[in-house]
């Protein structure tokens, strides 16, 4: 695999370095990695279901795939059979491997993107176009598009009509369209719509999978649990093909991450955490300078003073912040930092008061 590029993280370590030096220590805004509890509910099942000796079922239980079911119907509008879900290991590992499932010689992805996508394509030994205009792409053909809304990194909201082009362009070359839905309850000032809707598919599945996490959600990325559903006869698929290479979510976390599914109210106490830590630091960073663009959902705040990426992570870490630089997700990103909401109430104050 001599395709696969460094991984963009280790060259941030030199400004993680600085950043630490900082008399009040580092404030970490480079990951969008959950800080906050795991819910009591979420932890209580976990326990009950430890005592779990035997091989956990592919497509996980009839109890998880209702309740991630019953969540699509009750929050997104979305209805879909519970044998259309299959759970994944954290919603990673499926985006880089859809394109090896499904064979895939062409994949397209946003020019300003989340680098796994890109990752899939190289692993599957497919060819890999960045494209937000898939019209202007004309009658080129593609196995594999992805979206992403809200998108990592700049939280930008395709809009119902954007999405009903991307379905129908697709499905005249027969190409799958994966969206990646992880932040979907984390709208802002717009709100987010599965590409499994009804105003987007006219009530088809057919060639559409949504993949969700609960990493962002519950506080579970240390569980690993998400899922996929949409078109029955892709689901099936996949599901053989993931019996085959042992691809099994452990019993304890299935258990878990039915709790949490079939519980809204934890994750609306969260997102209002999010919404509290955006309101301070978003305007700290403009007031410093930044300007803010898209990120009108999601965790990360697309910020830009108008230097290079570089430039602008080197200055932020002198004063013991650190964030992502937007070349991570493509040359389109070379202007802008990526600022994730990811951190404690007191380190994103700290982050305020380094600000001023």
């Not at 202007?136 to 809200?150: C, E, F, K, T």
């Not at 998400?226 to 019996?243: A, H, N, W």
């Not at 599914?261 to 403009?286: F, K, S, V």
């Not at 230097?307 to 493509?330: H, K, M, T």
């Amino acid at each position: 695999m001599n395709n696969l590029p460094d991984f963009p993280w280790d060259r941030l370590e030199p400004y993680k370095e600085r950043a630490r030096a900082h008399p009040g220590g580092i404030v970490d805004l480079s990951v969008g990695t959950p800080v906050d509890p795991v819910p009591g509910l979420v932890q209580d099942a976990l326990t009950r279901a430890a005592d779990s000796p035997g091989y956990p079922y592919t497509h996980g239980t009839v109890a998880l795939r209702e309740a991630a079911a019953g969540w699509l119907a009750r929050r997104h509008g979305v209805r879909v059979d519970q044998r259309d879900v299959l759970p994944v290991i954290g919603s990673k590992e499926f985006v880089a491997w859809l394109p090896t499932y499904l064979g895939a010689k062409r994949v397209v992805f946003p020019e300003l993107a989340y680098p796994t996508y890109d990752v899939g394509a190289r692993l599957a030994g497919a060819a890999g176009t960045a494209a937000d205009g898939l019209l202007a792409l004309g009658p080129q053909h593609a196995d594999l598009v992805w979206i992403n809304s809200p998108g990592n990194p700049t939280g930008r909201v395709l809009p119902v009509e954007h999405l009903r082009k991307v379905v129908a362009w697709a499905r005249e070359r027969g190409a799958v369209v994966a969206s990646d839905e992880c932040y979907i309850e984390l709208g802002w000032e717009e709100r987010p719509v599965s590409i499994l809707h009804p105003d987007v598919c006219e009530g088809s599945h057919e060639g559409l999978l949504a993949v969700h996490s609960l990493s962002k959600r519950s506080n579970l990325a240390g569980y690993r649990t998400g899922f996929v559903t949409g078109d029955p006869v892709l689901i099936k698929r996949l599901l053989e093909i993931r019996k085959h290479a042992g691809m099994l979510m452990p019993q304890p976390a299935q258990a878990a991450m039915t709790a949490a599914l079939g519980d809204d109210r934890h994750a609306d106490e969260q997102r209002e955490r999010y919404a509290a830590r955006r309101a301070l630091l978003r305007p700290a960073l403009e007031r410093a300078g930044w300007r803010v663009d898209h990120s009108e959902a999601g965790l990360y705040l697309w910020a830009s003073d108008g230097r290079d990426c570089w430039d602008q992570v080197g200055a932020l870490s002198e004063n013991g912040i650190l964030v992502a630089p937007g070349e991570f997700y493509g040359t389109a990103g070379e202007r802008h930092v990526r600022v994730a909401l990811t951190a404690t109430d007191e380190r994103i104050d700290a982050a305020v008061r380094r600000l001023q």
